[in-house]
């Protein structure tokens, strides 16, 4: 009978073990579901982002009509509508408002989150990143608040920018917060323009943008699926472009005396050269002075500006180092600029070539 004690106790302590073990799994797997609800706030955002694409999917007419429009939606809206749970319940540990605001961009529907959950955390946007106030400088390399715009000026700037999976650099914020990018991957080399110039009584081209080969490969650009998804033109605002023709000596004005409005691609203007360079006596397009101190200035390609000269029918500027007047049926690489919504949300990166700002 002793033996049987025994063992009865040894499977008592057995049974109490395993008891002790099943015990604490539970505790485990408990906490896991705690945890698991507490979710990040990117997290978060990605929800409401779903959310309001699924709530828009039910009520189309709802949606911006214009291109430039903009709609925006509650979170209350979207938990009333079953269309996602509420932020209470998603983030138990603080108190968050939210809302998504749908922008038609030339027919691309963009949707911004932006949640606020007071000190713990708010949506921050790329602008707002690229400008803080420690990153503002009066001399030297970087970003220069002129007026009501923010300019990357000097040769050596974190102004690097990775979207639709290609390299890019903000030449500037603009006064309506939108930001204005070039493409700045090795490009193919086109001709500004080939057609018949009567004047010069050769195939050298006419400098109109409006009838321009360049102005198509613009458009082609724009429209080439391998190089733009429909989900990277909904980050594309249309912008007017201005393509009034001048000398090297005209006052920069002078480009935006005749304009085109509302495209979503174009090309960077002569007059940019000037205002990315620091040295003071870069005081023309043409100057010498204004491949100093300039990131554009030394940029791998020599690429077609949208600016064509006035005093010809067939020239038109092109950048290398300074902006200077080529026949218009030379070839020089196809650099676009496009303008981003200033509304899109910081994701990471801090603008060096090494970690550029992300825009997925």
Not at 22 to 42: D, E, W
Not at 142 to 158: A, C, K, S, T, W
């Amino acid at each position: 009978m002793k033996w049987i004690q025994k063992i009865d106790a040894k499977n008592r302590i057995f049974i109490l073990g395993g008891i002790t073990i099943v015990f604490f799994i539970l505790i485990i797997a408990i906490a896991s579901m705690f945890t698991s609800k507490k979710l990040s706030f990117s997290s978060i955002e990605q929800k409401m982002k779903n959310a309001a694409i699924s709530y828009y999917d039910d009520r189309q007419d709802n949606l911006p009509k214009q291109d430039g429009e903009k709609v925006t939606v509650t979170v209350d809206e979207l938990v009333q509508t079953k269309h996602m749970k509420s932020l209470d319940k998603l983030r138990k540990d603080t108190t968050c408002t939210g809302s998504v605001t749908v922008m038609n961009n030339n027919g691309f529907y963009l949707y911004l989150p932006y949640l606020d959950c007071g000190e713990s955390y708010a949506t921050s946007t790329l602008v707002s990143k690229i400008t803080e106030p420690n990153k503002i400088v009066t001399s030297g390399n970087g970003l220069y608040q002129v007026g009501n715009e923010y300019i990357f000026r000097g040769e050596y700037v974190d102004n690097y920018v990775t979207f639709a999976d290609q390299p890019w650099r903000i030449i500037k914020i603009n006064s309506d917060n939108s930001i204005r990018l070039i493409h700045v991957a090795k490009n193919e080399k086109v001709e500004w323009d080939d057609r018949y110039n009567s004047v010069s009584d050769n195939s050298d081209g006419i400098n109109n943008y409006l009838v321009s080969r360049i102005r198509d490969s613009v458009i082609e650009r724009y429209n080439d699926d391998e190089f733009f998804t429909d989900t990277n033109r909904s980050y594309i605002i249309s912008h007017n472009v201005c393509i009034g023709k001048r000398t090297p000596e005209d006052d920069n004005s002078i480009e935006c005396s005749n304009i085109l409005e509302n495209q979503p691609l174009a090309l960077p203007r002569a007059s940019e050269i000037m205002i990315t360079s620091i040295d003071p006596q870069c005081t023309n397009i043409s100057s010498m002075n204004c491949v100093n101190y300039n990131w554009m200035a030394n940029l791998s390609q020599s690429f077609w500006t949208v600016t064509a000269d006035s005093t010809s029918t067939n020239y038109a500027y092109r950048i290398s180092g300074i902006a200077g007047e080529s026949k218009t049926n030379k070839t020089y690489a196809l650099n676009v600029v496009l303008h981003l919504s200033g509304d899109i949300s910081y994701t990471s990166g801090d603008g060096s070539e090494e970690n550029p700002y992300i825009i997925k």
